[in-house]
C-alpha cells in the first residue's frame, strides 16, 4: 500500500478490500460470525421472553401488572431498539464497528440485568420500562454496527448465505426463550422463574464480551478513516490467521485491484439524507420496501400469534409455547437452507422470489382460515411453509440495507431503515391486535392476512424492478465509497466522486 497526494488533501492507494475479498473460509470467519452473530440471538431471546412471560407479569406473586402494562414491556424494548440503531448507527460509522460493538453489547447488559431486579408497585413500573429501553437501545445499535461488520470482513462470495444465515438465528434465539421460559415456570416460581428467564441473554453477552475482544477493527473501516498503517497491520494479521489456519499460501493481490480514496470527516444525518435519497433513490426505495414490508408483517403475525390460538383455535395459554417450536423452526430452517442461493442464483431473483411466494402463500392461507378448514396444528404447519420463505426474504432485506450503500455511511443507512421499518412494525402489531378482537369473526382478520400478503407481494415486485445485483461482487463494486476518486488501473469513479473533498459530500 503506497500513498500520494492529490491537489486538495492526502490520497491513499489501497487493495485492502481485495485483499479480504479473495480470503478462503477459515477459522477467523467462524470465530467473528460467531462473536458477532449472537446479536441475534439475544434479540430473538429478549423478544421471546417478553411475550411469553407477559402473563405471568399480571399476577399478584410477581410484579402485578395489568394486562396493558405488561403488553407495553415488548412495545418499550422495541423503542429502545429504534433509539439505539439511530445513536450508534451514527458512531459505529465515525468511531468504528469494534469499538461499537463492544459498547453495545454492554448497554444490553446492564439494561436486561437490571430488569431482573424489578420489583412490584409504585414507581418500578416506570424503572422496567426504562430498563427494557436500556436493553433495546444496545440490541438496535448491535444491528448496525455488526451487520457493517460482518458484510466489510466476510469475502464477496460467502456475503449472502452469512449475513442471511445469522439474521436468521434470531430464530435461534427464540427458541431458546421459549424452551426457558416453559422450563422455568414449570419448575420454579413465577417470581423467580421470570427473574432467571432475563439473566440468560446477558450471562450468554457476558462469554461474548470475552470472545469479541480478540476480533480486529474492519481494515475497510480503517482505510477509509485515513488510518492505513492501522489497516495494513491489521489485514496482515488477518492473513497471516487465515494462512495458518488453512495451510494454504495467499495470492498476492496485484496493485490493478486496488482502489484510491481521498479520507472523509463524520457524515451527519442531513448528509446522509442526501445521499440515499439523492444520490441512491432507488436503492432507497428498494431498501424501505423489503425492511417496511417485513417489519409490517412480521410485527403483525408473530406478536400476536398465541393470541390467534388462544381465541380463535382454543389453544391453553400454557400450550402456545409448544406451538411456537414449530413456528420459530420453520423461520429458522429458511435462512439456513436456501440462504445459499441469494449467492448463486442471485440476489434479485431470491429476493422477489421469497416475498411474492410467501405472499402469494398468505393469500391462500387467509381463504383456508376464513372458510374453517384450519386447526391449531395445520395453521401452524401453514405459517411454518409461508415464513420458511418470508424469514429468508427478510434476512435479506437486512443484507440489501447493509451493502448497497458507500461504506462510510452504512451503518447509519442500516440504522435509518431499521427505525422507519420499526414504525410500521407498530402499525401492524395494533392493526392485527384489533382485528382479532374476542375472536367471533374470523372475517376481519381474514381481510388483515390479505393486507400483509399484498405487502409482500409489493415488496418482491419492487425487488423484482429495481434489486441490484450485490452477488459476489466486492462492497467497493456495489457501491463506490464516498471517499473514492479513482480505481487505480484507471476506471472512472462515479459521477460526481472526483469533486469530492474531505468531510463533504458533493
Not at 485492502?16 to 449472537?38: E, K, Y
Not at 448497554?107 to 426504562?130: E, P
Request: include cysteine; aromatic fraction near 10%; hydrophobic fraction near 50%.
Amino acid at each position: 500500500m503506497t500513498s500520494s497526494s492529490s491537489s486538495s488533501s492526502q490520497a491513499i492507494q489501497s487493495a485492502i478490500p481485495a485483499r479480504l475479498d479473495r480470503l478462503p473460509w477459515s477459522r477467523f470467519h467462524t470465530r467473528m460470525v460467531v462473536a458477532l452473530g449472537v446479536a441475534w440471538i439475544l434479540d430473538g431471546l429478549e423478544i421471546t421472553v417478553a411475550a411469553n412471560l407477559s402473563a405471568a407479569f399480571t399476577q399478584k406473586s410477581t410484579l402485578a401488572l395489568t394486562t396493558g402494562q405488561a403488553a407495553d414491556i415488548a412495545t418499550w424494548y422495541l423503542v429502545g431498539e429504534v433509539i439505539g440503531a439511530l445513536f450508534f448507527g451514527r458512531l459505529s460509522d465515525r468511531l468504528g464497528r469494534k469499538n461499537l460493538f463492544m459498547v453495545t453489547l454492554g448497554v444490553y447488559l446492564i439494561g436486561s440485568g437490571l430488569t431482573a431486579v424489578t420489583q412490584a408497585g409504585g414507581a418500578w413500573i416506570v424503572f422496567l420500562y426504562a430498563t427494557r429501553v436500556l436493553a433495546g437501545t444496545g440490541i438496535g445499535g448491535e444491528y448496525a454496527a455488526i451487520n457493517s461488520a460482518i458484510d466489510e470482513m466476510i469475502p464477496a462470495r460467502y456475503r449472502g448465505r452469512i449475513d442471511i444465515a445469522v439474521n436468521g438465528t434470531y430464530w435461534a434465539g427464540a427458541l431458546i426463550g421459549t424452551a426457558a421460559t416453559l422450563f422455568l415456570l414449570n419448575r420454579l416460581s413465577a417470581n423467580l422463574g421470570w427473574r432467571i428467564a432475563f439473566l440468560i441473554g446477558p450471562l450468554l453477552g457476558l462469554v461474548i464480551i470475552y470472545v469479541r475482544r480478540s476480533l480486529p477493527e474492519s481494515p475497510r473501516w480503517l482505510i477509509m478513516h485515513g488510518r492505513e498503517q492501522e489497516a495494513e497491520r491489521t489485514i496482515a494479521a488477518i492473513e497471516d490467521e487465515v494462512q495458518n489456519s488453512t495451510g494454504s499460501r495467499l495470492e498476492p493481490v496485484g496493485e490493478g485491484q486496488a482502489i484510491e480514496i481521498r479520507p472523509s470527516e463524520r457524515i451527519g444525518y442531513l448528509a446522509l439524507l442526501r445521499t440515499l435519497f439523492r444520490q441512491y433513490p432507488g436503492r432507497s426505495t428498494l431498501t424501505a420496501a423489503l425492511m417496511i414490508t417485513q417489519s409490517f408483517l412480521y410485527n403483525a403475525i408473530f406478536f400476536t400469534y398465541g393470541l390467534v390460538l388462544k381465541f380463535f383455535f382454543h389453544v391453553g395459554a400454557n400450550e402456545v409455547g409448544y406451538y411456537f417450536f414449530a413456528f420459530a423452526a420453520g423461520n429458522l430452517l429458511g435462512p439456513l437452507t436456501i440462504g445459499r442461493l441469494f449467492d448463486s442464483l442471485g440476489r434479485r431473483r431470491m429476493i422477489s422470489g421469497t416475498y411474492v411466494v410467501a405472499g402469494l402463500l398468505l393469500v391462500l392461507t387467509a381463504f383456508l382460515f376464513k372458510q374453517g378448514d384450519l386447526t391449531a396444528v395445520t395453521q401452524t404447519i401453514a405459517w411454518c411453509v409461508i415464513f420458511f420463505f418470508a424469514s429468508a426474504g427478510a434476512s435479506a432485506g437486512y443484507l440489501t440495507a447493509s451493502e448497497v450503500f458507500p461504506l462510510e455511511v452504512r451503518a447509519q443507512a442500516i440504522a435509518v431503515f431499521f427505525a422507519i421499518a420499526q414504525c410500521f412494525g407498530f402499525i401492524g402489531t395494533h392493526l392485527y391486535g384489533s382485528l382479532i378482537g374476542t375472536g367471533k369473526d374470523p372475517n376481519e382478520l381474514f381481510v388483515g392476512y390479505l393486507i400483509g400478503a399484498g405487502a409482500m407481494i409489493l415488496g418482491g415486485l419492487v425487488a423484482a424492478v429495481l434489486g441490484v445485483d450485490a452477488e459476489r461482487r466486492p462492497l467497493e463494486e456495489i457501491a463506490a465509497p464516498l471517499s473514492m476518486v479513482r480505481h487505480v488501473m484507471g476506471q472512472a469513479s462515479r459521477a460526481g466522486r472526483a469533486k469530492l473533498v474531505p468531510g463533504r459530500i458533493s
